[in-house]
């Protein structure tokens, strides 16, 4: 599929919202001015090559995506995704920057924030810590990947944690400083394993203690 990339088939806004920044496409490719900019020209090098071609004759471009979303953002528009709805047709017509596509709106009403990039102060595999200031309430997102286990706090309480534009997580926050904390914990998780090992092992116990009595029955 590298040489079939065709930039001005692609949603734009879903790329900005995955935080696209980057795409390697054969010369001359025409593409949406306002938002990609050639960055560098090359060509592959002698020991390598695509099936078909002869090494060190294929060029390429870097383009790089100047309207990119951030990884962590606050907007304060809600689209609710309402029940049996096709969620990817309702993601592809939301504009990421001024809205986010949730299953419940838990801010209450009234004037929202507007877009504004949040700060990402640490990044590890388990725990990420975001911090922004905000005059009116907005949902804080981040582009990383819902998956359950993850939970968040805001400036050391327990926050709502949702999942938002149907693969990245979001969290309600009202007007002040905010240093939210996403962690993942696999405490609960873990403990319901040993206990369905334990209940896995139990049951297999009395099918194998059955077995013996009706043998000997």
């Not at 993601?91 to 990039?117: C, I, N, W």
């Not at 609960?188 to 203690?209: E, K």
Request: charged content about 20%; aromatic content about 8%; hydrophobic content about 45%.
């Amino acid at each position: 599929g590298f040489e079939a990339l065709d930039l001005r088939g692609l949603h734009q806004p879903l790329l900005d919202l995955l935080g696209v920044r980057y795409a390697v496409v054969r010369p001359a490719t025409a593409v949406d001015r306002e938002s990609w900019r050639l960055v560098q020209r090359g060509r592959v090098a002698a020991p390598l090559a695509l099936r078909g071609r002869t090494p060190g004759q294929f060029e390429y471009w870097i383009l790089e995506n100047r309207t990119a979303l951030p990884r962590a953002f606050v907007v304060g528009d809600v689209r609710i995704l309402r029940t049996g709805e096709d969620a990817s047709h309702a993601l592809t017509e939301l504009d990421p920057r001024r809205t986010v596509l949730v299953a419940k709106d838990l801010l209450g009403a009234g004037p929202r924030s507007d877009f504004q990039p949040a700060s990402i102060l640490e990044y590890r595999a388990n725990r990420v810590t975001v911090e922004v200031t905000l005059q009116r309430p907005g949902y804080l997102v981040l582009t990383d990947t819902w998956y359950p286990g993850w939970t968040a706090e805001d400036n050391g309480q327990a926050a709502a944690l949702l999942p938002a534009n149907l693969v990245c997580r979001a969290v309600p926050l009202g007007p002040g400083h905010h240093v939210v904390v996403f962690r993942y914990g696999w405490s609960g998780y873990l403990g319901g394993m040993i206990l369905s090992a334990l209940a896995l092992v139990f049951a297999i116990r009395v099918m194998i203690r059955q077995k013996r009595i009706s043998k000997t029955a």
